[in-house]
């Protein structure tokens, strides 16, 4: 820390502990404090401070070592167990690749161990940051062009909903500062979130074509939207996602300008990180990375207003962005630019031009113009890319349902990026020839992008439609998944075993429709499901035309029969379970399927209380 013009740490030695204490230039104190036990000299309390602690955090992380060692060394370890164990339990997926399952269940676990409420969010490196005499990479502080977005992009399928909120509270705390800094740069209302940040929230110093972008802020305001989606939580979505999401559109409605075509684009643009810190980063408005990013926050904020009953205000937004240009396509291709006259005619570690395709959403995945962005993103080769580059291009694939691309582009990253301990680094550590980059700076959004691509290979629910092993590698004939979340508040279960999806449950934890991707056809399905039911679904193919037909669950007063027996209803592809007796509307037993349903289910074994 001396390279930060900081005074030696302060010793601390008295009534049996011991430790450090820095302080900073800007006030700031932290330290480690230590004490043993005075019954058992083999216990030692061990605790960092710093001054969010309190005014003085020392006699406060004093009065933290005494509890610890009053309560003794069995209480806290059964209460860190217990968290621990229900961090596990609240998802898990199994696949055949075993490196690839451990690495992702470490990554689970660096969201548990990086990433709580209460504390600081991840930086670059997380909790790991490690000097070796001077300054980490990138100064170990928050990236916002990719990095923190991406290290927050898997926790909501994989249901660490609590991980996410330490990320987003923490920028809702700043919206303070984003303000100053959009009124005190840009000369606008609303809130600009700096591309490099400190932890207060304030921007240093960085490469200003994307440090000082105010799009950055957007691609911030989409975790909150997606958190919302994923929780239905009312009141998070009063009290974060949309009074962040509304600053952060309002700035940028505010910096649009009309053009001669009625079309409304930011006066300057960019794309993350192509021509890097040259004046040729400096793009023709807008990029497709900019573009994106404005559309999303208007059409985002849009939903937010609609979910809260404010239809005129969700009518505007739609409009503004609708007056926004089309996307950038090359006439060559087919494919997404970096800007007008700027192809992705080379190598290029950052895909922002293709931001629209994932995480964003905007363009169809199995659509024309992503197929061609991918095609011409794979033709160009890796030699520029760095470890992130393939995770991310990983879950792209996986997002348009290639699956055995994405599982190849997943192996090398784990192969050539991940050092020993598991942590992702920028350059490739193999020499096999995948990247001119061989450096070893650590950062953990690659991490956190193979976890993502994983997901994407197994559940996807953008859109509100749920879809099942959608990006499967042909080689993964049996892998399963449990209670991996989806948009609209659902927790989903399944298994695919030689080749077949063979089991699914999705419950809703909040009310609402399910919209399904029938795993063996494709047709959008729904059920209408009240909080805390389900639908569960076992293949049979002697029933499946019937089940093609079905459109929704009905449920019932409860039958005490059912409740005496099983309590389920035989209906769609096997087995709805439920906590009531389900039959068919008169609709359905009017429908021209359901006679040939009947007559298939009497084929099977009775089972009281399955249908009146």
Not at 117 to 131: C, S
Request: net charge positive.
């Amino acid at each position: 820390v001396s390279a930060l013009g900081y005074p030696p740490a302060t010793p601390i030695e008295s009534q049996g502990f011991r430790g450090y204490e820095q302080r900073t230039p800007t006030g700031l104190r932290y330290g480690v404090l230590a004490k043993l036990g005075a019954a058992s000299r083999s216990t030692l309390a061990i605790t960092v401070f710093a001054s969010r602690d309190g005014q003085d955090p020392v006699p406060a992380a004093r009065a933290l070592l005494e509890r610890a060692l009053t309560d003794g060394y069995d209480r806290r370890l059964a209460t860190h167990a217990a968290w621990w164990k229900s961090f596990w339990a609240t998802s898990s997926v199994t696949m055949p690749d075993g490196r690839l399952q451990r690495h992702y269940d470490l990554v689970k676990y660096f969201y548990g161990a990086a990433s709580r409420v209460g504390a600081p969010p991840m930086p670059l490196q997380g909790v790991w940051t490690a000097d070796n005499g001077k300054l980490p990479p990138w100064k170990g502080d928050y990236h916002n062009d990719l990095n923190t977005q991406m290290s927050y992009a898997a926790y909501q399928t994989a249901g660490l909903f609590d991980s996410g909120r330490a990320f987003l509270r923490f920028m809702s705390e700043r919206l303070p500062e984003f303000r100053r800094f959009a009124r005190a740069f840009y000369a606008v209302d609303g809130a600009v979130v700096p591309g490099v940040m400190a932890e207060d929230g304030r921007a240093t110093a960085g490469w200003a074509q994307y440090a000082l972008s105010p799009t950055n802020g957007a691609w911030i305001a989409q975790l909150f939207v997606r958190h919302w989606r994923y929780t239905r939580d009312a009141v998070f979505l009063e009290t974060e996602a949309y009074p962040f999401c509304r600053e952060v559109a309002t700035a940028l409605a505010a910096l649009l300008v009309e053009g001669a075509d009625g079309r409304l684009r930011l006066p300057l643009s960019s794309s993350p990180e192509i021509f890097d810190n040259s004046m040729r980063a400096w793009l023709p408005p807008m990029s497709n990375y900019d573009l994106a990013l404005v559309r999303g926050a208007f059409r985002d904020l849009a939903e937010l207003e609609a979910a809260r009953g404010r239809t005129g205000e969700a009518d505007r937004w739609t409009r503004l962005a609708s007056r926004l240009p089309d996307d950038v396509i090359d006439p060559a291709t087919g494919s997404l630019m970096f800007a007008a006259g700027l192809p992705y005619d080379a190598s290029h570690r950052h895909f922002s031009h293709a931001l629209a395709i994932h995480p964003l959403g905007q363009i169809p995945g199995d659509g024309p113009v992503a197929r061609a962005t991918l095609d011409v993103i794979r033709a160009k080769g890796t030699d520029q890319w760095v470890g992130y580059s393939f995770s991310w291009f990983a879950a792209m694939l996986a997002r348009a349902g290639r699956g055995d691309e994405a599982l190849d582009m997943l192996q090398k990253y784990e192969r050539s990026f991940t050092l020993r301990n598991g942590f992702h680094v920028n350059g490739e550590q193999t020499r096999l020839g995948l990247s001119n980059f061989h450096y070893r700076p650590f950062t953990l959004e690659g991490n956190f992008l193979a976890m993502e691509a994983v997901h994407e290979m197994l559940l996807q629910s953008h859109g509100g439609v749920i879809r099942l092993f959608p990006a499967v590698p042909a080689q993964w004939k049996n892998a399963a998944f449990e209670r991996l979340r989806a948009e609209g508040g659902f927790e989903v279960t399944a298994e695919r075993r030689d080749g077949r999806v063979v089991s699914w449950q999705i419950r809703a934890t909040v009310a609402g429709t399910l919209r399904l991707a029938d795993p063996s056809t494709g047709r959008i399905v729904e059920h209408v499901l009240g909080a805390g039911q389900s639908v569960t679904a076992r293949t049979r193919s002697s029933i499946s035309g019937w089940v093609k037909s079905t459109a929704s669950v009905r449920t019932c007063t409860p039958n005490a029969r059912a409740s005496r027996a099983t309590s389920s209803s035989s209906v769609a592809a096997g087995e709805v379970r439920q906590s009531m007796a389900c039959w068919l509307s008169a609709a359905d037993r009017n429908s021209a399927s359901t006679p040939e349903a009947l007559e298939e289910i009497a084929k099977y074994p009775k089972k009281p209380g399955w249908f009146q």
